[in-house]
């Protein structure tokens, strides 16, 4: 009798040997032929809890077979490498930095065959900005402020509130649009909101400006130079859709009135690249302006005094 000793096959591949006896001129032979292990997979730890800034993060991957990784593609402040492998591996999970002041998470997906594992990795937020001195406006972007002639303007005005994925157009719930891109946060406002607002986001003896101020903004100063200091951002257009664009919209105070309909529209001021301080309209009459359906154009404030 012989005793065929075979070791555990750790592979999910079926493996033969041959087993030959030989007498003088007589050989037979058995062939031995291991089952396939079952695919395995693990994957530690299941969750990752990330700091704001940039950072890598390692998940240990234990499989017997070939496996494949993958980040939600809403995520795409979240990287993996390598993203496949066959066997025991790690994949390093890389973070951008969260310039915003909301938490943020991704979902990486470990896939080996019909085997899935799942690790959630949630970002902290940015810290909020340092406070404003006092005399500035509370939600100012920093205490920077600008004077061209008489005027004194501050900073964009945020609300750390905003939700940078829904743009909740409402005169009364405090919530605005944030958009994010590089080193860069813009945050967009609808009219009726920033109208309704006022004192909040521009405290005396601070106001939102007049359409004349800006006028006289455009007197004062080389638009240039101006986009230069305060960059760009464009506006909030509908409910689903930011874009910074080569101009920077905000809101004034000021009505535009509309002789021919006799109705007030909303009113706004670009700065563009090419062509200067330029005042606009948003064709929002205030009792179609304070429905949902109206609500889809969102720009920036700053402050004047």
């Given at each position: 009798t012989i005793t065929v000793n075979v070791a555990e096959n750790l592979t999910v591949a079926t493996r033969a040997a041959t087993v030959t006896i030989t007498?003088?001129?007589?050989?037979?032979?058995?062939?031995?032929?291991?089952?396939?292990?079952?695919?395995?997979?693990?994957?530690?730890?299941?969750?990752?809890?990330?700091?704001?800034?940039?950072?890598t993060y390692a998940v240990t991957i234990t499989s017997n077979t070939a496996w494949t990784?993958?980040?939600?593609?809403?995520?795409?402040?979240?990287?993996?490498?390598?993203a496949s492998a066959t066997g025991n591996g790690t994949v390093t999970v890389n973070v951008?930095?969260?310039?915003?002041?909301?938490?943020?998470?991704?979902?990486?997906?470990?896939?080996?065959?019909?085997?899935?594992?799942?690790?959630?990795?949630?970002?902290?937020a940015a810290a909020p900005p340092t406070p404003p001195a006092a005399g500035t406006p509370p939600h100012a972007a920093s205490t920077q402020t600008w004077t061209f002639g008489s005027q004194t303007w501050s900073d964009a005005i945020q609300i750390l509130a905003c939700d940078n994925n829904t743009f909740l157009f409402s005169n009364?719930?405090?919530?605005?649009?944030?958009?994010?891109?590089?080193?860069?946060?813009?945050?967009?406002?609808?009219?009726?909101?920033?109208?309704?607002?006022a004192q909040e986001l521009c405290p005396s003896p601070w106001r939102l400006p007049t359409f004349d101020e800006v006028s006289d903004?455009?007197?004062?100063?080389?638009?240039?130079?101006?986009?230069?200091?305060?960059?760009?951002?464009?506006?909030?257009?509908?409910?689903?859709?930011?874009?910074?664009?080569?101009?920077?919209?905000?809101?004034?105070?000021?009505?535009?009135?509309?002789?021919?309909?006799?109705?007030?529209?909303?009113?706004?001021?670009?700065?563009?690249?090419?062509n200067g301080v330029r005042m606009g309209t948003i064709n929002l009459p205030p009792a179609m302006a304070l429905t949902v359906a109206g609500n889809n154009i969102g720009m920036q404030v700053r402050c004047v005094k």
């Amino acid at each position: 009798t012989i005793t065929v000793n075979v070791a555990e096959n750790l592979t999910v591949a079926t493996r033969a040997a041959t087993v030959t006896i030989t007498s003088g001129t007589l050989s037979q032979q058995v062939t031995v032929t291991q089952a396939a292990a079952a695919p395995t997979l693990g994957v530690t730890p299941a969750t990752i809890d990330a700091a704001a800034g940039t950072g890598t993060y390692a998940v240990t991957i234990t499989s017997n077979t070939a496996w494949t990784a993958a980040v939600n593609t809403a995520a795409t402040w979240c990287t993996l490498s390598p993203a496949s492998a066959t066997g025991n591996g790690t994949v390093t999970v890389n973070v951008a930095e969260n310039l915003t002041v909301a938490t943020r998470a991704a979902t990486v997906t470990i896939t080996s065959g019909t085997l899935s594992q799942q690790v959630t990795v949630t970002q902290a937020a940015a810290a909020p900005p340092t406070p404003p001195a006092a005399g500035t406006p509370p939600h100012a972007a920093s205490t920077q402020t600008w004077t061209f002639g008489s005027q004194t303007w501050s900073d964009a005005i945020q609300i750390l509130a905003c939700d940078n994925n829904t743009f909740l157009f409402s005169n009364t719930e405090p919530h605005c649009r944030s958009y994010t891109l590089g080193q860069d946060t813009w945050y967009y406002y609808n009219w009726p909101y920033a109208m309704a607002n006022a004192q909040e986001l521009c405290p005396s003896p601070w106001r939102l400006p007049t359409f004349d101020e800006v006028s006289d903004l455009g007197m004062y100063t080389d638009y240039e130079e101006l986009i230069a200091e305060w960059g760009l951002g464009g506006a909030a257009q509908y409910a689903d859709v930011s874009y910074p664009a080569n101009e920077a919209a905000y809101w004034t105070s000021t009505p535009y009135y509309d002789e021919e309909t006799g109705e007030s529209d909303s009113q706004s001021w670009h700065l563009y690249y090419t062509n200067g301080v330029r005042m606009g309209t948003i064709n929002l009459p205030p009792a179609m302006a304070l429905t949902v359906a109206g609500n889809n154009i969102g720009m920036q404030v700053r402050c004047v005094k």
